[in-house]
C-alpha cells in the first residue's frame, strides 16, 4: 500500500488500497462522495460498490484534514476520475500513472469531450473510434489508454470482465 503525505498547509494524505482491505466505513465515505456526482443515493452506491467492485481492484484515496475529497478506482477493466480541484486532480492521475506504471497495466478510460484535454495532459492518448470497441457496455464517449506497450490493428475492452 502507497502512502504520501504532505506537511503543507492543506494537510493532505494518499493511499491506494485494494478493495478486500477496505473498511466498512472507507466504503461508505467513498459511497457518499461518489453520489455528490452521480446522485442515486446512498443505497444505490452502495449496492452499485458491491455489485461491480472486485476484491482486488486498487482505490486511490485523497484525504485533506483527514475528509475524503478524491477518489479513484483503478480496475484492469476501467479506470473513473471524480476529483474536481485542477491541482488535485493533477496530483491524483499523477499518482494513478505511478501505480498502472508499478503494477504492469495498460490501461483503459471512458471519458466525456471535456475531460480529453486533462487526460492527455496526463499522458493519455485517445483511442480512433474505429480501432476499438467495448464489447458489453454501449458509451458515446472517448476511449482513452495509458502505458500502452503494444500496438494492435482493433482493441477490444469489457467492462465487466
Known amino acids: 500500500m502507497k502512502h504520501y503525505h504532505s506537511t503543507n498547509e492543506n494537510n493532505f494524505i494518499i493511499k491506494s488500497v485494494i478493495s478486500k482491505k477496505l473498511t466498512n466505513k472507507e466504503i461508505k465515505q467513498i459511497c457518499l462522495l461518489k453520489d455528490k456526482q452521480w446522485k442515486h443515493g446512498i443505497n444505490s452506491q452502495l449496492k452499485y460498490f458491491k455489485n461491480n467492485i472486485k476484491k482486488f481492484d486498487y482505490h486511490n484515496l485523497l484525504y485533506i484534514q483527514s475528509k475524503l475529497v478524491g477518489y479513484t478506482v483503478l480496475r484492469k477493466r476501467t479506470c473513473k476520475i471524480e476529483?474536481?480541484?485542477?491541482?488535485?486532480?493533477?496530483?491524483?492521475?499523477?499518482?494513478?500513472?505511478?501505480?498502472?506504471?508499478?503494477?504492469?497495466?495498460?490501461?483503459?478510460?471512458?471519458?466525456?469531450?471535456?475531460?480529453?484535454?486533462?487526460?492527455?495532459?496526463?499522458?493519455?492518448?485517445?483511442?480512433?473510434?474505429?480501432?476499438?470497441?467495448?464489447?458489453?457496455?454501449?458509451?458515446?464517449?472517448?476511449?482513452m489508454v495509458f502505458n500502452n506497450k503494444i500496438s494492435l490493428d482493433k482493441y477490444f475492452f469489457y467492462f465487466n470482465k
Do not use: Q, R
Not at 480541484?85 to 492521475?93: D, G, I, Q, R, V
Not at 501505480?99 to 495532459?121: A, P
Open 83 to 143: 476529483s474536481k480541484k485542477k491541482k488535485l486532480s493533477n496530483l491524483m492521475m499523477c499518482f494513478n500513472n505511478t501505480i498502472i506504471k508499478e503494477l504492469g497495466f495498460f490501461s483503459f478510460l471512458i471519458c466525456n469531450n471535456h475531460l480529453v484535454n486533462f487526460y492527455k495532459k496526463n499522458n493519455w492518448k485517445i483511442l480512433n473510434k474505429n480501432f476499438f470497441s467495448v464489447e458489453d457496455h454501449k458509451f458515446f464517449e472517448n476511449g
